[in-house]
């Protein structure tokens, strides 16, 4: 049972533009969203994160977009950097600490 | 340490042995989370520890799985009997406190286990 979803395996974007990647989830008890971006061989690193209680969360070139009525967020880059590129995980937390993650989209920025 | 730490970072195991998977959390964190990350997917859970109480163990796949946590702090990850199907990296976790705030998670680098 996937709670969790993030349906492009790959995606790939010019240096500079806007990256966007998207992730759906279904358990409407999921209060706390997060993105997680992995190098090859390395754990995934804490990238930015949003209440239920907020649509939108900035953190320099990262913003994160919360629709609750669709269960949907997503992850904006801009300006995309080669430094980037790397898989992202987005995961959903419900309030006993129960965190599932989508598959990941593998970024690529190219120069 | 800065961040946390696992080992050993890569486990070559025959069918049939048995393996033990460390990890020592950031220094303070109260909560302790393990991950299966199988080829191709996200973590998905195991098991977590408040302190050294194991509070949820429903992501273990089966009784071949234990972990434990023994004085709050470092945790071990045993599997008995591995099977190929337990080929995957273990994540380790850990956050300040538990429940509800917004609290991260933070990942240790993984064990890659690999069953022959």
């Known amino acids: 049972d996937q709670q969790v979803k993030q349906n492009s395996p790959s995606l790939s974007v010019q240096e500079g533009r806007i990256s966007i990647l998207n992730c759906d989830y279904t358990?409407?008890?999921?209060?706390?969203f997060l993105w997680y971006k992995k190098y090859p061989a390395e754990g995934p690193t804490f990238l930015i994160s949003?209440?239920?209680?907020?649509d939108k969360n900035e953190d320099g070139r990262f913003t994160v977009f919360l629709n609750k009525s669709a269960k949907h967020l997503s992850l904006h880059i801009v300006p995309s950097q080669p430094g980037d590129s790397a898989v992202y995980f987005c995961?959903?937390?419900?309030?006993?600490?129960?965190?599932?993650f989508g598959a990941g989209t593998r970024l690529t920025v190219k120069p | 340490g800065a961040g946390v730490s696992q080992s050993p970072r890569y486990k070559v195991a025959k069918r049939g042995q048995d393996v033990a998977l460390r990890c020592d959390p950031i220094?303070?964190?109260?909560?302790l989370f393990w991950y299966q990350q199988a080829l191709g997917q996200g973590p998905e859970f195991l098991t977590y520890?408040?302190?050294?109480?194991?509070?949820?163990k429903s992501g273990l796949p089966s009784d071949r799985f234990f972990a434990e946590r023994p004085e709050g702090s470092v945790s071990t990850l045993k599997i008995q009997r591995t099977q190929q199907e337990d080929s995957a990296v273990y994540l380790c976790?850990?956050?300040?406190?538990?429940?509800?705030?917004?609290?991260?998670?933070?990942f240790g680098p993984g064990t890659r286990l690999l069953v022959l």
């Open positions: 995961a959903a937390r419900d309030n006993n600490n129960d965190m599932r």
């Open positions: 358990n409407s008890m999921f209060d706390y």
């Open positions: 949003i209440s239920s209680i907020k």
């Open positions: 520890f408040q302190n050294e109480a194991q509070l949820d």
């Open positions: 220094s303070g964190h109260v909560s």
């Open positions: 976790a850990s956050s300040l406190d538990l429940a509800g705030g917004e609290e991260t998670q933070y």
